[in-house]
């Protein structure tokens, strides 16, 4: 473990929250020490994405919660295609009630290169009607915690008859995760919180999110907490941090098939950089492609660099709005985990 002097250690108060984020590339094993030690260092929570081929959240979560006492586990997120809300509001509600009310749900529409390939159909969202779906979901969820006897037919989730048998003692917070305009609003207007990017979004993307989220707040006059993973990569030597954000298939991914080119231009990524990268990696010529990646298209997307690079750009996130960084370190993982503790 590294050791840092009091004052290099930066001061965070109540109000400086952080969280730590994971992919299920982890053995769950791998995780729940990862669990133990965020929890020593003082990380508020840790979030767990669902993947329809690797590990899924709940194991994740049930696992780290049985092995900690004080931090928070959600899902970062669920989807709303795999588990009827019913099953899913049940699953939570075992999880509060088995850690004194330590989990989260994250909630999400579903990932859209993944649920088609088992026969989900996301696009187009003129016919899918993803906001019609999350919002009925959110109401059988919220029904079912809340004891009510369950009479719902929606368009598409029914529950007839269903009432739930654990009470909740604590309770259960419940994130949408979106990058619609009209889901972050409902988020603001009906969740607790809102979990604003998967990773990989600039600071001023991030800024119209928010907003976006505050809408909803303004029209029910509640407060909801803004959550946002942040793809870290941090070492001492910053050159190191930056190659492994350049050489991670995730961001590539992104950069190449995700990522509006427009939203990069005022970080100074030109749109023919992009291009060049993009050609690259679609005809299949993976270090070429890497080769291509703009430095400043990392700097815009993702935190990497030496510790005080890291920190300085973790805040200007908190500068836009965002409530809790939730930070989803690669590389150098441990370093990352001791050198941006919070306490």
């Keep these: 473990m590294i050791v ?59 696992s780290i919660l049985l092995s900690t006492t004080r931090i928070k586990v959600g899902s970062g997120v669920i989807n709303t295609f795999t588990r009827h809300p019913v099953t899913a509001a049940s699953t939570f509600a075992s999880l509060s009630e088995m ?18 390939k088992i ?18 979901y959110v109401q059988i969820v919220k029904s079912f915690w809340a004891g009510e006897t369950l009479s719902f037919r929606g368009e598409f989730f029914t529950a007839e008859n269903i009432k739930s048998e654990v009470k909740l003692e ?28 998967p990773a990989l979004t600039t600071a001023a993307a991030t800024a119209r999110m928010v907003e976006q989220v505050r809408v909803g707040e303004r ?22 941090a930056r190659a492994v954000v350049r050489n991670f298939y995730f961001f590539l991914y992104q950069l190449s098939d995700v ?36 430095e400043a298209a990392i700097d815009s997307l993702s935190v990497a660099g030496t510790r005080e690079q890291a920190l300085a750009r973790v805040e200007e996130y908190r500068a836009v709005g965002v409530d809790l960084p939730i930070l989803m370190p690669i590389g150098n993982v441990n370093y990352a985990i001791e050198a941006l503790a919070p306490s």
């Design 170 to 197: 604590n309770p259960l917070p419940l994130y949408i995760a979106s990058l619609s305009e009209r889901t972050l609003g409902f988020a603001g207007e009906n969740a607790d919180g809102a979990i604003l990017s």
């Design 99 to 116: 850690s004194g009310g330590r989990a989260i749900m994250g909630l999400g529409l579903g990932s859209f290169p993944t649920v088609p």
């Design 259 to 294: 990522i509006r080119p427009e939203t990069l231009e005022g970080y100074g990524v030109k749109l023919e950089s992009i291009e060049r990268f993009r050609a690259a990696w679609r005809k299949g010529s993976v270090e070429e492609a890497k080769a291509l990646v703009p």
């Design 219 to 240: 029209a029910s006059g509640r407060t909801a907490d803004k959550a946002s993973y942040l793809l870290i990569s941090v070492d001492p030597d910053g050159a190191k």
């Design 119 to 136: 026969g989900f159909k996301i696009f187009p969202v003129s016919e899918t009607r993803p906001l019609q779906r999350i919002s009925e």
């Design 4 to 62: 840092l002097k009091a004052d290099e250690r930066y001061a965070c108060s109540m109000v400086c929250r952080l969280a730590l984020g994971f992919n299920p590339v982890l053995t769950v094993r791998d995780a729940v020490v990862l669990g133990r030690k965020a929890e020593s260092l003082g990380y508020e929570s840790m979030w767990f994405h669902e993947s329809l081929f690797q590990r899924d959240a709940i194991s994740y979560i049930s």
